[in-house]
């Protein structure tokens, strides 16, 4: 029997060695596009259902949106109608003032504490992260009631939206609720509802973020959880510089069967000069109050705000309080995006439980970098 000579014998062991380390190496993670490929197609039993939600391709006459010149009217008179509700927005700070505080080195970034103007005559101090390494950087505004659990320093480690976007490379700016206290809103602004007020505290945020040489002005986006869900939602809506948004859990809709979908509170949109309502769900005890009245008595809901995101992309990830039926009202978007010529710019994860997780977050990180990182 004839055996190989020994450079076979060798180039056979060298073949198998090869095969043996590359079956040991750990599998190619999935791109940022494909992780978030999934999550852009409601399931089948909500696909392309409207529910009783009033299409936002109607103008208020009736009428129906046709062309992309259409909704391009039908979004002014919507943004009209709903300023004209909560309390028409002041000016925008286009250069808030930022004074830096406290510098230190953070895993493979900068955390900076700064104090940055909000609005006019408000100020608080936030956390700037800055990834190490050459910009300018996207970027992602990170509101909650505090500051310090976006950026990892507070008790809820998977609330830290900041500091996981910070890890991949974002320029991260958290804030916390203007005051220190998100049940007690800024005084002297009765006429104005608070949460709108948070939309144009967002707003001066992306410019605060715009205007730094860190960061690409295109490639800013907003995210939040629960009270800071809200807060992001109505910033992006409301302030259509905003590239990208995500939005944790904060009851994309009005639903007063939801405790903690509560729209009605006078932090929210419930404030009313006239009435100070008792917090608690909404009761024949305990009736709707301020421009939350007027919109249920009018027919309006959240899934209007949604459409004025449109073409932008936004990702709901969902809770107890947003369950997989929110397609329902998604679906509304969605038209508005079909009618403008553009698909998958509505993605949305659902988990069972309020707070988020390693896969939801997970979900909303690569959200980002497919929409914001080039």
């Given at each position: 029997?004839m055996?190989?000579?020994?450079?076979?014998?060798?180039?056979?062991?060298a073949?198998?060695?090869?095969?043996?380390?590359?079956?040991?190496?750990?599998?190619a993670?999935?791109?940022?596009?494909?992780?978030i490929?999934?999550?852009?197609?409601?399931?089948?039993?909500f696909?392309?259902?409207?529910?009783s939600?009033?299409?936002?391709?109607?103008?208020n006459?009736?009428?129906?949106?046709?062309?992309?010149?259409?909704?391009?009217?039908?979004r002014a008179?919507?943004?009209?109608?709903?300023?004209?509700?909560?309390?028409?927005?002041?000016?925008?700070?286009?250069?808030p003032?930022?004074?830096y505080?406290?510098q230190?080195?953070?895993?493979?970034?900068?955390?900076?504490?700064?104090r940055?103007e909000?609005?006019?005559?408000?100020?608080?101090?936030?956390?700037?992260?800055?990834?190490d390494?050459?910009?300018?950087?996207?970027a992602?505004?990170?509101?909650f009631?505090?500051?310090?659990?976006?950026?990892?320093?507070?008790?809820?480690?998977?609330?830290?939206?900041?500091l996981?976007?910070t890890?991949?490379?974002?320029?991260?700016?958290?804030?916390g609720?203007?005051?220190?206290?998100?049940?007690?809103?800024?005084s002297g602004?009765?006429?104005?509802?608070p949460l709108?007020?948070?939309?144009?505290?967002?707003?001066?945020?992306w410019h605060a973020l715009a205007?730094?040489?860190?960061?690409?002005?295109?490639?800013?986006?907003?995210a939040g959880?629960?009270?800071?869900?809200?807060?992001?939602?109505f910033?992006?809506?409301?302030?259509?510089?905003?590239a990208?948004?995500?939005w944790?859990d904060?009851?994309?809709?009005?639903?007063?069967?939801?405790?903690?979908?509560?729209?009605?509170?006078?932090w929210?949109?419930?404030?009313?000069?006239?009435?100070?309502?008792?917090?608690?769900?909404?009761?024949?005890?305990?009736p709707r109050?301020?421009a939350y009245?007027?919109?249920?008595?009018?027919?309006?809901d959240?899934h209007?705000?949604?459409?004025l995101?449109?073409?932008?992309?936004?990702?709901?990830?969902?809770?107890?309080?947003?369950?997989?039926?929110?397609?329902?009202p998604?679906?509304?978007?969605?038209?508005v995006?079909?009618?403008?010529?553009?698909?998958n710019?509505?993605?949305?994860t659902?988990?069972?439980e309020?707070?988020?997780?390693?896969?939801s977050?997970?979900?909303?990180?690569?959200?980002?970098?497919?929409?914001?990182?080039?």
């Amino acid at each position: 029997m004839m055996r190989p000579p020994p450079f076979c014998r060798c180039a056979s062991v060298a073949v198998l060695c090869l095969l043996s380390s590359l079956l040991s190496l750990p599998a190619a993670e999935p791109s940022a596009a494909a992780l978030i490929a999934p999550f852009f197609t409601p399931p089948t039993e909500f696909a392309g259902q409207p529910g009783s939600y009033r299409s936002p391709l109607l103008f208020n006459d009736g009428s129906r949106v046709k062309s992309a010149a259409d909704w391009s009217r039908r979004r002014a008179e919507m943004l009209a109608q709903w300023h004209g509700l909560m309390g028409a927005w002041p000016p925008v700070l286009e250069k808030p003032k930022l004074e830096y505080l406290v510098q230190s080195k953070r895993e493979n970034f900068t955390q900076h504490r700064i104090r940055l103007e909000l609005a006019p005559n408000v100020s608080g101090e936030a956390w700037l992260l800055i990834p190490d390494g050459k910009g300018p950087f996207p970027a992602v505004l990170v509101p909650f009631y505090e500051p310090e659990t976006s950026i990892g320093l507070g008790k809820s480690p998977q609330r830290d939206f900041a500091l996981q976007l910070t890890r991949k490379g974002f320029v991260s700016l958290s804030i916390g609720s203007p005051g220190g206290d998100a049940r007690k809103p800024e005084s002297g602004r009765e006429v104005w509802q608070p949460l709108s007020f948070l939309g144009y505290i967002g707003a001066n945020c992306w410019h605060a973020l715009a205007n730094l040489p860190q960061v690409d002005p295109k490639r800013i986006g907003v995210a939040g959880h629960s009270y800071g869900g809200k807060w992001a939602m109505f910033a992006a809506c409301f302030y259509d510089k905003f590239a990208a948004a995500a939005w944790s859990d904060p009851g994309i809709v009005f639903d007063e069967s939801r405790s903690n979908v509560n729209y009605w509170e006078p932090w929210y949109l419930g404030r009313d000069p006239q009435v100070t309502r008792k917090p608690g769900i909404v009761t024949p005890q305990n009736p709707r109050t301020g421009a939350y009245k007027t919109m249920m008595e009018t027919g309006r809901d959240l899934h209007e705000v949604h459409a004025l995101m449109a073409p932008r992309p936004f990702l709901v990830s969902g809770g107890s309080e947003d369950p997989p039926s929110r397609w329902i009202p998604l679906n509304h978007t969605i038209a508005v995006n079909d009618l403008l010529g553009t698909k998958n710019r509505v993605a949305m994860t659902n988990r069972k439980e309020h707070s988020p997780n390693e896969e939801s977050n997970a979900a909303l990180v690569a959200f980002f970098e497919h929409f914001l990182k080039p």
